[in-house]
Every structure is written in C-alpha cells, then in structure tokens.
C-alpha cells in the first residue's frame, strides 16, 4: 500500500510542496532570526532555496524524469506557475479580506485550491513531455 502510494504523483507533489515549505521557513528562520538579516532579503533567499529545492523534487521525483526537450523552458514554466500560485493566493487573500471577511476561508482556498491547480500546470504544461516552446 505505502509503495502505491509513493507512486501516485499527487501525493509526491504534497511531499515536495511540504519539503519546500519546511525548507523555506527553516533559511527565513535563520537568516533573520539567528543571523539578523532584513526580512524582505531574508524571505527572497529563502522563497529561492525554497523553489530550487521544489523544481528539482516535482521534476526529478513527482513527475519521474520526463524527456523534456528543454530544460530551460521547464524552468520558466515553473516560475511562471509558481508566480501564478501567488497571484492566485493573493487574489484569495484580498477576496477573503474585503468581500467577505474570513481567515478559514481564505486559508482553505490557499490551502487547497491552489495546490491543485498548480499541481494541474505542473502536469499539464511545466512538465509534459517535448517541451520545444512556451506555447
């Protein structure tokens, strides 16, 4: 059972997407706490480390080494998703703010709307096979 479900790329994706958070909190952590850095250059490094380490886990682990024809352009396509998960929970955050006030909602949608429809583009178009444009 637990082979079964290593196997199954959403769960890999979850996996991933919590080292990446663990990993991003942990750098933030000591970059502003323990090493006294400004908190805007210390969650930039971190929110880098954070997607280095999230790239190479969904590409070399949930989506199992797919033959992409460039490796540059599975890079951009992760930026761009990944910069789209945030306008995405941005977007959530100032609806759930102003509309109609509620932290529940607000983290429930960023909690699990946006994981699924990043894990959508991640299959779908950042990690598909023969990648040879942005199309």
Do not use: C
């Not at 109609?100 to 699990?112: F, H, N």
Request: charged residues 10%.
């Amino acid at each position: 059972m637990l082979k079964i479900l290593f196997e199954h790329q959403l769960f890999r994706f979850s996996i991933v997407g919590g080292g990446a958070t663990l990993v991003h909190v942990f750098v933030y952590f000591v970059l502003f706490d323990q090493l006294g850095m400004m908190a805007h250059l210390a969650n930039v490094i971190a929110w880098s480390l954070a997607a280095i380490y999230s790239y190479l886990g969904q590409r070399f682990w949930t989506f199992g080494k797919v033959a992409v024809a460039s490796e540059r352009a599975a890079v951009l396509r992760f930026l761009i998703s990944s910069l789209l998960s945030l306008l995405v929970n941005a977007g959530f955050a100032h609806l759930f703010s102003y509309l109609y006030p509620s932290l529940v909602l607000t983290l429930l949608a960023m909690g699990l709307v946006t994981p699924v429809l990043t894990f959508v583009l991640m299959k779908s178009w950042v990690f598909r096979e023969n990648l040879d444009t942005l199309s």
